[in-house]
């Protein structure tokens, strides 16, 4: 295995080189800004590097020229890269599906579509129609939320836990709302908990947006919804069938064998619902409240399948 | 890691002039830097160095060196190696650069590089929050998009079967990525959950099948889960008055609905997956109840009851 920084440097070189040979002379800020390069040095050494490479005979006639003089860069010899290398089937697909899943959300400016297209139409005739993104229809509270943060102005919010189904009221300064694994989620600090908390959009029953306004933090915007297990956690022991495998990429679990995994919930009533629904795909090896919690659910649906006695 | 990266560029530039497919021996003793005192050694090397140009998308090929096919050599074609320059102007530029630092594809923030073949990345927009996440296993993703763009063939296992497939397209919906082609063995147009595909392969052969002319993967995609499939039910569900509001967000437009005095909602609607249907339902716990058909009643029963703990 090459080191991933020596790939890294490498795919700098070959994407630098081209846009150095179509501009001679451009100017060293712009083609470090361009290209990520945070120090002159850093550039320097490329340029350097690329000096002693060419073709074989490696002669003054073979090899490329590379230089920088009085803040000018310039490339010769190297007409072979003038044009970039096509794109791998993995950078193509992270700049179409992050164009096409912005566009969705409606949030997109018109430069975006036209980039879209032009980039679909130079990497395959097909793309159009064999890729599609689309984030969920934004949830009619999205807008609202958006308005607020952009208004700063603290919402009101008639909330639904996921995990227990409580209805609870609650002020909430909102930061930001996103989408992930295909739900709508608002991060902002929670002023009946007086702490940073996230709510699934899709939860919210009603809201409204309250006078006042609030600061919003400098930093910490980056959401953490991937579930980080903490001392509060249930811990249950499962076993999945092979068709319930899915589980341990899907959620975020422990994995202690080929079939058996750790589940961490914030709720016994997460874990079972979830084992509800795996039925015979999955057993409960360990994890008494989540077996407690289970065998109440499992008791309250049959109850009311039970047939009707007149 | 300045070798490397010397010898690399001095392949990369030898491949890209030489208008011939080059053996491995030739390479060895032609191009500076792969003179090895043993075959071991520069087979070992090469074997590295191609790994690499190819993970980055260079398109390197063997092609026979003779009319007799005694021979086999390496080539890069120019034209298949170019990328078609989809001339972006710097507003598109800017525009797909934000879009991919605010969504992220695999969990992975997208860096720079992403846009070093476009001419590199403008000014860096910091502090733009996450619009959105498409979690998915990046590299199985991107080997379908290739399949996809190639119309390469590809075979996995899915619900413990081994499924022969064309894929026509890709699609990110409701946070999940879905790939959409034709079962072989039944002739039929399915779609399915990437992450639950298992030992996936992909296709050398380009060009393997045709894509149906007009074929569209959005029009291929259905909205919930419980319409993708191949069996026919009407089903009718009772939702007690406090998840009546959440069930109503998810049921399809079709679906037709009345609301009791309490509040609770009776809704009609077709199942084509009873499977994904019953999944649904059993999230609702006790707060809902299938009424008709008697037989998926029965199977929701029957898969609780299977639902083993210790």
Known sequence: MTSPRTVKRLRRILGMLPYVIAHPGADIAEVMERFDYTREAELVDDLNLIFMCGLPG????????????????????????????????????????????????????????????????????????????????????????????????????????????????????????????????????????????????????????????????????????????????????????????????????????????????????????????????????????????????????????????? | MNKVIERIINLLAFLLTVGRPVSAEEIRFTVAGYDQPTDEAFRRMFERDKDLLRGLGIPMKLAPTDHWEVEFGYVVDPDEYQLVDPGLTDEERAALWLAAQVVRVGGEPTGPEAMFKLGGAPSSTTGEPLAANLGADLDTVAALFDAVARHARIEFGYRDKTRKVEPYGLAHRHGHWYVVGRQRDIDEIRVYRVDRLTKLSVGEEDEAFERPKGFRVDEAMVERPWEAGDESYQVTVRFDADVAWLARRELPPGAVTETADDGSTTASFPVANPAAFIGWIIGFVDKAEILEPQELRDRLVSHISGVASP
Not at chain 1, 142 to 165: C, F, H, N, W
Request: with cysteine; aromatic share 8%; hydrophobic share 40%.
């Open chain 1, 58 to 310: 490696y002669g003054p006639g073979d090899l490329i020229d590379a230089d920088v003089e009085e803040g000018a860069v310039w490339v010769d010899m190297a007409d072979y890269f003038a044009t970039p290398s096509q794109f791998s089937p993995r950078e193509a697909l992270v700049l179409l599906a992050s164009g096409m899943a912005l566009m969705s959300s409606g949030q997109a400016p018109e430069a975006l579509h036209t980039a879209v297209q032009k980039l679909s139409s130079a990497l395959f005739p097909d793309a159009e129609t064999s890729l599609v993104v689309n984030l969920d229809t934004e949830p009619e509270p999205v807008a609202t939320l958006r308005k607020a943060i952009s208004d700063r102005q603290p919402v009101e919010l008639v909330y639904s836990k996921v995990s227990t189904g409580e209805t609870t009221t609650r002020v909430v300064e909102p930061w930001s709302v996103f989408s992930t694994l295909g739900n709508w989620y608002v991060v902002g600090h929670c002023r009946n908990a007086d702490d940073k908390r996230v709510f699934r959009v899709d939860r919210i029953r009603d809201m409204k947006i309250l006078s006042g306004d609030y600061e919003m933090p400098v930093q910490d915007l980056e959401p953490v919804v991937e579930y980080t297990p903490n001392e509060d956690d249930v811990r249950a022991t499962i076993r999945l069938g092979s068709s319930a495998r899915w589980v341990a990429d899907y959620y975020p679990v422990v994995k202690k064998d080929e079939d058996i995994i750790e589940f961490y919930a914030s709720s016994p009533a997460t874990v079972a619902r979830l084992l509800l629904r795996l039925g015979r795909d999955a057993t409960l090896l360990d994890g008494p409240e989540v077996a407690t919690e289970l065998e109440n659910h499992q008791r309250r649906l049959l109850a009311r399948y039970r047939p009707q006695k007149s």
